[in-house]
């Protein structure tokens, strides 16, 4: 093994990640090498100013950044607020636009299936047909209206039975 790695070793000890069968070999590199010695005794002190590193800084410096921040804060919250609103906005319209297509879809499909149909008479039914092919060529289609026509009574005997033009039928 070389040196490197038995670094890389010492790193995964200190870190309490290194084998038992490993740490056999590792220990007994480092009592004949002097330079894995150093790299151990280096990584080791790193890591203990590592944790007594603690920076203080003066009260005056916290005071000042927070009257920054207050000053600042507004600003950005009307900013943050207005780009919400754009953005809520925008997701709205998400939504609302494939629909408004599907039903503009639909109104025009129900447009032009009640345009095809015609003006019947109350209480007449309708049959429709398809046109016929003469010489190839298709004719056009024919509507039947039929059904009995509304018709209004006018006395209890049936001999004055009147339609809806008041005409007498009987």
């Known amino acids: 093994m070389t040196c490197d790695e038995?670094?890389?070793?010492?790193s995964l000890l200190l870190?309490?990640?290194?084998?038992?069968?490993?740490?056999?070999?590792?220990f007994k590199h480092l009592s004949e090498c002097a330079g894995c010695q150093?790299?151990?005794?280096?990584?080791?002190?790193?890591r203990e100013m590592r944790k007594?590193?603690?920076?203080?800084?003066p009260s005056e410096i916290d005071d000042a950044l927070f009257a920054r921040l207050n000053i600042i804060s507004p600003v950005r919250n009307r900013v943050?607020?207005?780009?919400?609103?754009?953005?809520?906005?925008?997701r709205r319209l998400l939504i609302p636009v494939p629909a408004a297509i599907a039903l503009t879809i639909l109104v025009i499909a129900i447009g032009l299936l009640l345009g095809m149909q015609t003006v019947q008479p109350q209480g007449a039914s309708t049959l429709f047909t398809t046109g016929a092919f003469v010489n190839g060529k298709q004719q056009p289609a024919v509507i039947f209206i039929y059904g009995i026509p509304?018709?209004?009574?006018?006395?209890?005997?049936?001999?004055?039975?009147?339609?809806?033009?008041?005409?007498t039928i009987f």
Do not use: M, Y
């Open 150 to 167: 509304e018709v209004h009574v006018i006395d209890s005997t049936p001999a004055k039975v009147k339609d809806i033009k008041n005409q």
């Open 38 to 46: 150093q790299f151990l005794d280096s990584v080791i002190l790193l």
């Open 6 to 10: 038995h670094k890389e070793q010492i």
């Open 15 to 26: 870190d309490s990640e290194l084998e038992n069968g490993s740490q056999r070999t590792l």
């Open 80 to 90: 943050a607020a207005r780009e919400q609103s754009r953005s809520w906005f925008r």
């Open 52 to 57: 007594k590193e603690s920076i203080t800084f």
